[in-house]
Structures are given as structure tokens and as C-alpha cells.
């Protein structure tokens, strides 16, 4: 899975935005090909646990991480591939600190298992 995305500076957000929390959102409205609001609402999901930090790295200044490209596979397809891909993309735009992310097949539910810093297994 690949994803292109930046950083744009924002006074508010607009109605197809999804809220990671206040002064920061995401959104798909640039992307090269339509990312659908429900894909968009996944990636403020998986920032919600750096929003912190995020907006601690761009002081006093709302933004929104606009999604310019996403792809991937859609027989590999799973919704943890979009969260792991914006996460790794967020600890490297706003220079935060690395984290591991630990992945495993689970055989019982026949799909790959990320544990995340500070959420544990999904």
C-alpha cells in the first residue's frame, strides 16, 4: 500500500472533512481519484492517537492532512493497511518520535493483525 498525502494549513473544515480532533482534520477532497468519506473517516481514526502531538509540532495552527493518493491492492485489501499507512506518514511528516508497529497473521480470522503503541492488538 502506498499514500501520498500533505499538510495544509486550514481555518476550518469543510462539511467532507472527518475531525480527528479540534484544529485538525483530514480529507480526500484533493485526491488524484475519489477517496470515499468513509476511507477519509479511517485515517482521522488512526491519527487520533498522535493528535497530540501532531498539533503540539504546528503550534496555534489548524490543518488538515490532505490524502492526495492512496493505493493499494484490492484482493489484499484490509482497513488496518489505510491506518498503518497514515500513521507511519504522520510520525514522519510531524518528526515525531518512531514507534513500532507489530503485525502478525491471525490463521483464525485469516487476516494480517496490527498491534498498535498504546492500543494494543485489532
Do not use: H
Not at 12 to 25: H, K
Not at 81 to 97: D, H, Q, T, V
Request: glycine fraction near 4%; hydrophobic fraction near 45%.
Amino acid at each position: 500500500m502506498s499514500l501520498r498525502a500533505e499538510t495544509v494549513s486550514a481555518a476550518r473544515a469543510e462539511p467532507e472533512d472527518a475531525a480527528v480532533c479540534p484544529g485538525l482534520w483530514t480529507s480526500g477532497r484533493a485526491a488524484t481519484r475519489p477517496i470515499p468519506a468513509a476511507k477519509v473517516a479511517v485515517f482521522a481514526r488512526w491519527l487520533t492517537p498522535l493528535a497530540e502531538e501532531i498539533m503540539r509540532s504546528v503550534p496555534g495552527r489548524p490543518i488538515t492532512v490532505s490524502v492526495r493518493d492512496v493505493r493499494y491492492v484490492e484482493s489484499d485489501f484490509q482497513e488496518e493497511g489505510l491506518a498503518a499507512a497514515i500513521f507511519s506518514w504522520a510520525l514522519a511528516e510531524f518528526r515525531l518520535p518512531p514507534r513500532e508497529i507489530e503485525a502478525r497473521f491471525g490463521r483464525q480470522v485469516n487476516r494480517c493483525i496490527l498491534a498498535w503503541p498504546d492500543r494494543g492488538a485489532e
